[in-house]
């Protein structure tokens, strides 16, 4: 069929972070995590199977893309084309509405929306499970991106068993507040997959960091549950800096964070101390997110906004799962 399909996904923001893959190349990885999809950034893509093309032609942000991208693309689309039992070339138009590359994992959104409307421009129905498994074969956090709110991928042992549920919240904590700070608009110096089997491979911390993942994905879901804010941004805090724990004694040793980044961490300390409750979470690149409640978001904004520019400060909450246009 000649159809077009289109679909949106946003992105999420890991509270309890994946890093590191047991199995690489189905991308299987070693702990479960949990995030929050994000209403602001999304990604939109329409694909459409077309007997006339000679190749896959892929399209992101009106370029054509060629090389690595057009092969990571191309290569999710063969596993589409597999399943489908089809062999027609496709083209494949996409908008990111995300700062590509800068921590705020567009590859979430991505591949999400491009597994949402690549199988269903392929003649499949897929239930929101076989979507995220799908997703996950793309980008293991763009599993998580097919469900809105709190998502919780568990790691299971293979193909079948590994993909993302939702989370409910039916409380105060649906409403958490996150305020995105852009400090770092460029691509970020070194891919999270190489980066994770570096810190797989090389962090004598991997083993600990395998052990506490689950602690810490017990211990957020159960303050999920009982709206327990402050144990909520606690835990997702310390998570994120348990992680970059495992970028520091990698060997080689590398970092994310850039002066500005340590400059918003210490404002957060500063704003926790003085009674705006507030925590921060930091994704592989030098970006901030900034966790808070409804009635103190005017004075986290205003804070950082003078302090970084009203250019580099997002305020975002929980958005939609996948859907089609
Ligand atoms: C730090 O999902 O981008 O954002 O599976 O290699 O595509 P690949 O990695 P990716 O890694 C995300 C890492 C993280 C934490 C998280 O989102 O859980």
Redesign the pocket.
């Known amino acids: 069929s000649n159809k077009s399909i289109g679909a949106i996904a946003h992105t ?1 923001i ?1 509270l309890i ?3 590191g ?1 047991k199995d690489e190349s189905l ?1 299987i990885p070693y702990t479960s ?1 949990l ?1 929050l999809t994000l209403d602001q950034f999304y990604t939109e893509t329409h694909v459409t199977f077309d007997e006339s093309l000679t190749a896959d032609v892929v399209m992101i942000d009106e370029q054509e893309v060629n090389g690595q991208g057009w092969q990571r693309v191309h290569d999710f689309l063969s596993i589409i084309r597999k399943r489908a039992e089809i062999t027609t070339n496709a083209q494949v138009v996409s908008t990111n509405h995300v700062p590509t590359a800068a921590g705020l ?1 567009s ?2 959104s991505a591949f999400a929306a491009l597994a949402a409307a690549g199988s269903k421009a392929a003649g499949l129905d897929l239930s929101h499970q076989d979507l995220s498994r799908l997703a996950r074969r793309g ?4 599993c998580r991106s097919i469900y809105g709110g709190f998502v919780e991928w568990r790691r299971g042992t293979d193909d079948h068993s590994s993909y993302a549920v939702p989370v409910t919240a039916d409380n105060g904590l649906s409403d958490v507040q996150v305020i995105a700070l852009t400090v770092e608009r460029h691509r970020k110096p070194i891919s ?2 190489q980066a ?1 089997r570096l810190s797989v491979t090389t962090s004598p911390y991997y083993p600990t960091w395998v052990k506490i993942a689950q602690t810490d994905l017990a211990a957020i879901k159960s303050a999920i549950s009982n709206d327990d804010f402050t144990k909520f941004g606690e835990i997702s805090e310390l998570n994120a800096m348990r ?1 970059h724990a495992l970028t520091l004694s990698a060997n080689p040793d590398f970092m994310y964070f850039n002066s500005e980044t340590l400059e918003s961490m210490n404002m957060v300390k500063q704003l926790r101390h003085n009674g705006i409750e507030c925590y921060y979470t930091i ?2 690149g030098p970006n901030v997110k900034v966790l808070c409640q409804r009635r103190h978001v005017n004075d986290v904004v205003e804070t950082f906004t003078e302090m970084l520019g009203a250019d580099k400060v997002t305020l975002a909450k929980s958005g939609p799962g996948v859907h089609y246009l």
């Open positions: 999420n890991a972070k994946y890093w893959k991308i995590s995030s994992a590859s979430a980008s293991g956090s763009a999270s997959r994770m992680m994704d592989a």
